[in-house]
């Protein structure tokens, strides 16, 4: 039995990583989150687009580590809202905002439009640390609910309505959602390209040694602080 590639998912949200390994579980690949990895420097989410923040987040890991990386940026577009909270989702409400924080202040803005209208994005990004990567995409539509409904989930998926389903996300099972999710979907691309994706990065990996950490690639972080998991 070949030994599973050990591929670094560029995360510290328990709720991803979840979801990733579920979707991944029969394939020979051992997916390790940033905390497995002790402290290590964040990287800087300042792409334009969900396609931009993906690459730099997975090959900023995977030249930290020296190991395969990958990492999806995925955030809510809403349509009144002209694309927004879009790739700011994670922190709509400021830098430290929680997920009840993004939430009350798309809710506050939304506050008397009647078109819902929203959907789900995700980019995945597979990198090795020479540098070249593999690119996965998924997108789900639904609707803005009127206030958040159910304790399932994570980030805004107690206010999106999924209209097939009758629930929201929060309300849904992992199953269920895996099933029609942005992130299901391009997941379920990658797990369909597994075995190919495994041949492309032993490929890839043997054309080069991981090189060692170049600090002018991260000379915007902070390397004498531990990163602090919040």
């Not at 969900?50 to 999806?72: E, H, Q, T």
């Not at 506050?108 to 990198?127: L, P, Q, W």
């Not at 805004?156 to 992130?183: C, W």
Request: hydrophobic content about 35%; charged content about 30%; proline content about 7%.
């Amino acid at each position: 039995m070949s030994t599973p590639t050990i591929i670094v998912l560029a995360t510290r949200n328990k709720g991803k990583i979840k979801e990733f390994q579920e979707i991944l579980k029969d394939y020979p690949v051992d997916l390790k989150g940033l905390d497995d990895f002790g402290p290590t420097p964040e990287a800087i989410e300042d792409g334009e687009t969900f396609d931009d923040n993906a690459y730099k987040k997975a090959i900023f890991a995977a030249k930290v580590l020296g190991l395969p990386a990958i990492s999806d940026d995925s955030g809510l577009t809403v349509e009144a809202l002209d694309g927004r909270p879009g790739v700011y989702s994670a922190r709509y409400a400021g830098e430290n905002a929680t997920d009840q924080d993004n939430i009350a202040k798309l809710l506050a803005e939304m506050d008397g439009i009647s078109n819902r209208k929203a959907a789900f994005e995700c980019v995945i990004s597979i990198a090795v640390p020479s540098g070249p990567a593999l690119t996965y995409e998924g997108r789900c539509e639904g609707e803005i609910a009127p206030e958040p409904q159910g304790k399932g989930g994570f980030g805004y998926d107690p206010v999106f309505y999924y209209p097939d389903l009758g629930k929201t996300f929060a309300q849904a099972t992992m199953a269920e959602k895996n099933t029609v999710s942005h992130r299901g979907k391009a997941l379920a691309e990658v797990a369909r390209e597994m075995p190919q994706i495994i041949k492309w990065l032993e490929q890839r990996l043997a054309e080069e040694k991981a090189p060692k950490p170049d600090h002018e690639d991260f000379e915007h972080n902070d390397w004498s602080e531990p990163y602090m998991v919040k």
